[in-house]
């Protein structure tokens, strides 16, 4: 990490961290945002903010004032052009036990870490993970700090070769990458997963849905199975970071970096 | 908290805390135990790093060395006869991004906590919950640190009268408790859930089954549905810190203090 800063505060050493009561670190309890910086500038700040706030709804914790999330990212990189923001939210430091204090205060923690973004596509070899995801309707969608699914599918393998896995659910349902949404394009449209049990409304699938329906592209958001990937035309994953990345190589499966991943990039200014 | 330890350290201020990319506030990336404190011992220990354990090999963490985790305990209750104490181990801090460095040094922290047991039956009134638990094999039966549903559950009601929520999962089977595992006595068959899709497999859940079979009681761990509950002649939940509490309200149904959990108490000298 380049720099951080708690609650606004710097972080200047290691032993001045992170209430050891937090409950983000107790259960996990909370949110977080992955942001790009970009030319100084954080690509679809207020599609994360939307997010976040979806998500403080959801669980029920208060969201942070928007122009102060702007003043400390700011503030945290003033002297960095290109890097990656993470902003973690918890619903604060108190306690034993599930029950939340309602008069607790949130804790906002905000790293800035080094990035260089590639330009032009980036074709990546993806492989299928075995870990599966579980459903819950209540805490899909939103970018809460229950990760332990992704973090044991990433666990997978250790190719660098390979730079994606793609997870199903307990009942064999598509969901997407291990840090990204899976866009396959079948017979002209463009379907992904609808996310309805399990799953994280990624930034960046949200910006590429409203890209293709104002280009006038065919969009399907509905329950996806594995043989939607084998019978796609052009498969790509994307995320805040990375943008799109085009899906060339799964298993025994190929693909060419297709026209639609093309299209979209270019209307979204990504390569 | 009375104190805490991390990495054996004691935790003098707010200031000096854990580290900010510590995995297990990024991502719930780890485990905890929460264990009783009574007359300057720690109630069913082994029993608490035999879990501890099972679940450092389910997420692949390195399980402390248990006798300086025993030494550490000792030190931070050298003054205090009672209380809970909080182990929570996480993957270790570092880096950005769900795979892990597997140079990573695991992060313990130890917290005590006031707390003075109980004597005699606690008999209590429950709830169910309207929050419900995945389903995911992988993650079930160890106590990690991804409890946004628990967090949810307890927060449904206010009401200091209702002591427990109980929770089905999203097929609508019968888990367990917010924070205890339940039991149904049925036709004199002591029945819990066998938490093969979700819940946490409880250190007490544990001793009281192993001192109902060397009581010669039939057990039976299986799927639970709500119906096992409406035909229960005595319900109770169990968990380290409170032991055995029978539930003698539930909605419309009451229960009397049933002679199963009176025979289970004695036989753990918890009453």
Request: glycine content about 10%.
């Amino acid at each position: 990490v380049l720099a951080a800063l708690l609650n606004g505060v710097p972080i200047v050493d290691a032993t001045h961290g992170v209430d050891a009561e937090d409950r983000g670190l107790q259960y996990g309890d909370g949110l977080f945002e992955t942001m790009l910086l970009s030319a100084g500038a954080i690509r679809a700040f207020d599609d994360h903010l939307a997010r976040l706030r979806a998500g403080c709804e959801r669980l029920h914790i208060a969201m942070p004032d928007s122009d102060l999330v702007a003043q400390e990212i700011g503030a945290l990189t003033r002297s960095c052009r290109n890097g990656i923001v993470k902003l973690t939210l918890t619903r604060g430091a108190g306690g034993r036990g599930y029950r939340a204090d309602p008069a607790l205060h949130s804790t906002r923690l905000l790293a800035l870490y080094e990035f260089n973004p590639e330009h032009g596509p980036t074709p990546i070899v993806a492989r299928w993970c075995t870990t599966r995801l579980a459903r819950n309707p209540l805490l899909a969608g939103i970018k809460h700090l229950n990760r332990l699914e992704q973090v044991l599918a990433q666990n997978e393998w250790r190719d660098d070769a390979i730079a994606e896995g793609l997870m199903l659910d307990i009942e064999g349902e598509l969901i997407g990458g291990t840090s990204s949404n899976v866009f396959a394009v079948t017979e002209g449209a463009l379907c992904t997963p609808d996310l309805r049990f399990s799953g994280i409304r990624g930034v960046m699938r949200e910006q590429v849905l409203r890209a293709a329906r104002a280009l006038g592209v065919a969009v399907e958001e509905r329950a996806l199975w594995p043989h939607d990937i084998d019978n796609a035309s052009e498969v790509f994953v994307t995320n805040a970071v990375r943008g799109i990345r085009p899906v060339t190589a799964l298993g025994e499966q190929r693909w060419p970096v297709g026209a639609m991943a093309h299209r979209l990039a270019d209307s979204l200014r990504l390569w």
